[in-house]
């Protein structure tokens, strides 16, 4: 099979031009994903995405402008809103060489000015902060 992204399985929405997203890595291989929530989404606390046993993780370009530069853009990111997993990922290929642990998931979210890539073993999606209605 070749390198293709699907769309995750998941209840999850947060604001699309997430202009305040926030990535933090621990060198014990935590990430975790902060970003506001949709503006129609009942809940407005923060959506929280955290990731386990991360061999990379990746914040950078292209923005939502240039996105169709990127390299998985025709192999199926144009069709993700949220979240995508990349299904024979070659990039997992790469780390499979190097690491006795290899990653077993490529996670890619699309925001408004970069793409988030983490290969890692496991993703959780939570809230933070207090809840407050939306507006």
């Known amino acids: 099979m070749s390198e293709r992204v699907v769309p995750f399985e998941g209840d999850v929405r947060w604001e ?9 890595s621990t060198d014990a291989g935590r990430s975790v994903l902060s970003i506001a929530a949709h503006p129609d989404d009942d809940d407005q606390r923060r959506v929280v995405l955290t990731w386990t046993a991360c061999s990379s993780t990746e914040f950078g370009a292209p923005n939502d402008e240039a996105r169709h530069l990127h390299r998985l853009y025709e192999r ?16 997992i290929d790469e780390f499979a060489r190097m690491a006795s642990q290899p990653p077993t998931t490529h996670y890619v979210i699309p925001l408004k000015e970069c793409v988030v890539e983490v290969l890692a ?3 959780k999606i939570s809230r933070e902060g207090p809840q407050t209605p939306a507006q």
């Open 16 to 24: 699309p031009n997430a202009p305040d997203a926030q990535l933090n």
């Open 121 to 123: 073993t496991s993703l």
């Open 76 to 91: 199926g990111l144009a069709e993700v809103l949220w979240i995508g997993l990349v299904l024979d990922s070659s990039r």
